[in-house]
């Protein structure tokens, strides 16, 4: 009896050990981004580390169940920190993420990052207007300077639009005015102080439901399908947490998860 009990007790114990030592994903993301990542206050950050089974106490979205299901059918903890956009690549190109979810390629961060081989989701980069506001344009990204010529567009601080915006963003005739949040984007919008929102059509139709705003506005169209991705540095990331990220995307995908994940949020394919 006593040799059973000692065997239970050396056994349980490398149990806890080997717990304790479980492969940790620590990444980093952002908040007041529905319906993908949201929750905690944008004034403020947050720290947890999740084991597989268990949730967040605060973000909640389409992105984190994707990225928490994923690390976690591969038996990974994840060490999840959510901050300002900014603070966030900041902490990425330093080394002290080793993930950074959702983010967008662009050339220039292709030079610097490994983005994993599937997205998390799909957006178009969206042209918004005043419903009265008489702005026609063809759609031909090659028109769209001379339709906006002497206008004000607002964009959000700090985010990515696309490979054909940010590499013109310094170089166009009308004028671009940064705002922290969209609908800060859409308030300067109702009352004429920008002539054009610029944001993710998915995002930006959440935001206008919930600000109750949706029939103010309409789309003159879209300058880009973007896709956004788990990303880590080239030099200081882990490209073992892509690769991770990777498998248990297959594994949820194969599974089921995946799509009541979909459901759950609204998130088509």
Known sequence: MYQFLKLTL???????????????????????????????????????????????????????DVIRESFHSMGYNINLNVVPWSRGVKMLEKGKFKGLFP??????????????????????????????????????LDTLEKVLEGKIVGVQRDWSYGSWWDSRKDKFKFKIEKVNDSVANFKKLKSGRIHVALGYDITSDTVLQEEKMAGLFKKIGTIAETKEYLATHKELGDKKIIQTFEQGFKKISQSGVLTKIKKKWNVAD
């Open 10 to 64: 050396i056994y349980s114990v490398l149990v806890v050990s080997l717990g304790a030592q479980a492969a940790t994903a620590v990444l980093g993301t952002l908040t007041d981004y529905k319906p993908f990542t949201f929750g905690p206050p944008p004034s403020k950050s947050l720290e947890e580390t999740i084991p597989p089974g268990k949730d967040s106490q605060k973000l909640v979205g389409y992105d984190w």
């Open 103 to 140: 983010t967008t390629k662009t050339e220039e961060r292709m030079k610097k990052y490994y983005y994993s081989e599937f997205p998390i989701h799909t957006l178009k980069v969206t042209l918004y207007t005043n419903k009265d506001t008489k702005i026609d344009w063809d759609g031909n």
